[in-house]
């Protein structure tokens, strides 16, 4: 009996960006060896460090069927696009889970709400296509790394990105073209929380940021379809490591990299990604950079590590204060947004910000 599922869109990234190796060593959804790996220690069951895990996960009378099964088909959408050949059917505990994965179980977390969402059963195996164009546009590694080599750039830093560029976000992006022959912008565009800023606020912004400002031989932007975690610092080795994949060779991790709401410290990721130098290579050089603000004596964006001034003299360049600001189409303060680039936002109208 043919066994098939039909998958989400966040399901179908994630076997796209596995197809194409952005999850490299990944070719297929997850065993329960490598899931309870990730889940408990953060490496493969080759060892390999890898922070997430990466699985499908199926109905009750589906994984029945399937533990049976050497196939599972994949559909979207009604169309058949792949099919698991399948190593292992497995549940989950996902209570526990979430809890090792985001450091908390509340529900007020957008990655615990998500993940708690999905079923407890899991399908591993490798994945084969049976449609080719659910591959078209892609985010290819194969055509990145052919970019950065053409452009006769030896050392890359890559940059994660779900917001619009302001000027501390900039001030990090200079510090990685001083240390970098180029610099890959390249933001996060799949699924994120409803009132985050829109694919078309975050590429626009960048593209009047790179015409206006940057070099242009200089900087690529490309943006790289995966639903965002709000993982904290897992996800951002996990992002580490997908730019690796995509020819990097440097990553910029700053303060609270790929958290939300407060559930991470400042600098944990950057805590944990110093902790899993020591248990193996990443493969990627690390640029672990203090968080920017502004300073009034110094007049300009700095950071704890070049700037002497103390509180008193500093302001936070808030990322929730500059999303309000431009939520009533009125400019951020200039010395948090570049003008060109709120007016780039500020004419998106609605279109600015996910809608719930």
């Keep these: ?84 050949e399948v190593s292992d059917c497995f549940k989950i505990d ?15 977390h957008p990655g615990v709400q998500m993940e708690l969402a999905r079923q407890v059963y899991r399908v591993g195996g490798k994945i084969v296509l049976t449609d080719e164009s659910i591959l078209k546009g892609a985010l290819d590694p ?14 890359i830093v890559g940059f994660q990105t779900r917001n619009p560029i302001h000027k ?14 180029g610099l890959f912008i390249n933001p ?24 206006t400002y940057y070099p242009k031989d200089r900087v690529h932007l490309q943006g790289l379809r995966t639903y965002m975690r709000y993982a904290g610092p897992r996800e951002a080795v996990f992002h580490a490591i997908i730019r690796k994949n995509l020819g990097c060779t440097h990553f910029i991790i700053g303060r609270d990299q790929a958290g939300v709401g407060g559930y991470y410290g400042k600098y944990e990721a950057q805590d944990l990604a110093r902790l899993l130098q020591t248990q193996g290579d990443l493969g990627i050089q690390l640029l672990l950079l203090k968080g920017p603000y502004f300073c009034a004596k110094c007049d300009q964006i700095v950071s704890e590590k070049h700037c002497g ?38 004419a998106l109208g609605e279109d600015k910000f996910i809608r719930g």
Excluded at 142 to 155: A, V
Excluded at 204 to 210: G, K, L, V
């Design 188 to 211: 996060l565009i799949g699924w994120k929380k409803a009132g985050d800023f829109s694919e078309k606020a975050v590429m626009q912004a960048y593209e009047c940021m790179i015409e």
């Design 94 to 108: 996902a209570k526990s889970d979430v809890k090792k994965i985001f450091k908390t179980d509340d529900l007020l």
């Design 309 to 346: 001034h103390d509180d008193r003299d500093t302001t936070p360049v808030s990322g929730t204060m500059i999303r309000e600001t431009l939520s009533r189409n009125e400019r951020p303060d200039p010395r948090f947004m570049r003008s060109e680039i709120a007016d780039v936002i500020i």
């Design 168 to 181: 501390a976000h900039e001030h990090l992006q200079r510090v990685g073209l001083e240390v970098c022959d």
């Design 142 to 155: 194969e055509k990145t790394r052919k970019h950065f080599f053409n452009n006769g750039w030896k050392t």
């Design 1 to 84: 009996m043919k066994v098939t599922h039909d998958i989400n869109a966040e399901t179908l990234q994630d076997l796209i960006n596995i197809r194409m190796g952005l999850y490299f060593p990944l070719d297929g959804f997850m065993t329960s060896l490598d899931y309870h790996n990730v889940v408990d220690q953060m490496m493969l069951s080759d060892h390999t460090l890898w922070t997430l895990p990466i699985t499908l996960d199926v109905p009750h009378d589906t994984y029945k069927q399937t533990i049976d099964s050497d196939r599972l088909f994949l559909t979207h959408d009604n169309k058949e696009i792949a099919y698991i």
